[in-house]
């Protein structure tokens, strides 16, 4: 069965620290990664995705992605108390069209 | 805020009966997913639909559950006979097509099995 595994289960950063937050998915076939974040009692928005191997910026956001090892992971630099969130990381191939999400992250930042 | 509208926002059954929960994607989007994401935050792909045609769906959705998404109208899922496991957050999400485009979420609807 398709498997996203995101690590850790949950982290706490202090304010204005470097959040890291890593997922892998078990599917070789998988093309495409998201990242969403979901806030305590919202639904999930997506944050970032990225489909090619290297290194997407969005303002305090970079993820990286690695296609051979089918890892990515996202950075939250300077991190702000609104970023306290569950971070999901989810996975598609160009055939299936159906998200797989992973257990999450529940980031946590301290003032 | 977003644009993909559920209702009821809370559910509340007993076991055994039926819950039904709608859903209008946003305008435009020809797909619609549903997800159940369940205390643990847990996500489970259910079913989801290109216009008014089932794409893929698991086992349990095809056993127990019914779902559409009829031309003009909102889109449905039912659970014909609710369990206590069943208790959780329904989620769904419309896109403009699936594997390269972003969800969209709508809030939910929280079913408590009793």
């Known amino acids: 069965q398709q498997k996203v595994q995101q690590s850790p289960e949950s982290l706490i950063v202090p304010e204005g620290g470097m959040a890291s937050l890593n997922c892998t998915s078990s599917?070789?076939?998988?093309?495409y990664f998201w990242w969403y974040r979901q806030h305590s009692g919202k639904s999930p928005k997506m944050l970032m995705?990225?489909?090619?191997?290297g290194e997407k910026e969005e303002g305090r956001f970079t993820v990286h992605l690695n296609k051979a090892s089918l890892h990515t992971s996202l950075h939250i630099r300077d991190s702000q108390p609104s970023d306290s969130a569950l971070y999901l990381c989810?996975?598609?191939?160009?055939?299936?069209?159906?998200?797989?999400f992973g257990q999450g992250t529940k980031l946590s930042i301290k003032p | 805020n977003s644009k993909v509208i559920q209702t009821p926002r809370y559910l509340v059954k007993g076991q055994g009966q039926k819950a039904k929960m709608r859903c209008i994607p946003e305008k435009g989007h020809p797909v619609v997913f549903w997800y159940q994401q369940n205390k643990n935050n847990e996500f489970k792909f259910l079913i989801n639909?290109?216009?008014?045609?089932?794409?893929?769906q698991i086992d349990m959705t095809e056993k127990r559950f019914s779902a559409e998404c009829p031309s003009n109208s909102p889109c449905s899922l039912e659970i014909q006979s609710s369990e206590a496991g069943d208790s959780a957050l329904y989620l769904c999400?419309?896109?403009?097509?699936?594997?390269?485009?972003?969800?969209?979420f709508g809030a939910g609807t929280r079913l408590s099995v009793l």
């Open positions: 639909f290109q216009n008014q045609e089932v794409l893929q």
């Open positions: 999400a419309s896109s403009l097509w699936s594997s390269q485009n972003t969800l969209y």
């Open positions: 599917d070789r076939n998988v093309d």
């Open positions: 989810a996975a598609t191939n160009y055939n299936q069209g159906k998200l797989i």
């Open positions: 995705s990225i489909f090619s191997n």
